[in-house]
């Protein structure tokens, strides 16, 4: 079962659920089980997210970050890892390979219009609230 490290953690563990290690060369990727399956009501997702501990050492991260499992998804939890660094990694059994926030989400309701309201950004993209 997936669990809190600490009492302020925002995020469960999940483990990886291998019957054999997984190799994963510089740049390659692999879908890694969890063996773990959710019921998420209405109105809720999960989310899977980057271990950071995982990143730093390992340069080992989430592709599809974050990735969203919806209230109406009934399959295996399984974890798109990707090994971003030049060494060959290997992801055993029963290692802590991401994180699961669980949230509520609303449902949009799309209105058009013709003109939006004016904001004193107005349509500056990028880097234009400031320098950092």
């Known amino acids: 079962m ?36 959710i019921e998420l009501p209405e109105g809720f997702e999960a989310q899977v997210r980057p ?18 499992i919806d209230s109406d998804y009934r399959g295996e939890i399984g974890v798109m890892l990707v090994n ?8 055993e059994d029963g290692e802590r390979i991401a994180q699961l926030v669980i949230s509520k989400h609303e449902k949009a309701e799309w209105i058009p219009v013709d003109t939006l309201n004016e904001t004193e950004r107005g349509e500056s993209g990028y880097g234009s609230t400031g320098s950092g």
Do not use: C, F, W
């Not at 809190?4 to 953690?9: D, E, I, K, Q, V």
């Not at 483990?15 to 740049?27: E, H, Q």
């Open 51 to 68: 271990r950071s501990g995982l990143a730093i050492k390992k340069g080992i991260t989430v592709l599809n970050s974050p990735g969203t």
């Open 2 to 37: 997936p669990a809190y490290h600490t009492s302020g953690s925002a995020g469960m563990d999940l483990k990886a659920d291998l019957d054999t290690p997984v190799r994963l060369l510089p740049l390659g990727r692999a879908l890694i089980p969890t063996g773990m399956y």
């Open 84 to 91: 971003l660094s030049q060494e060959e990694v290997l992801v």
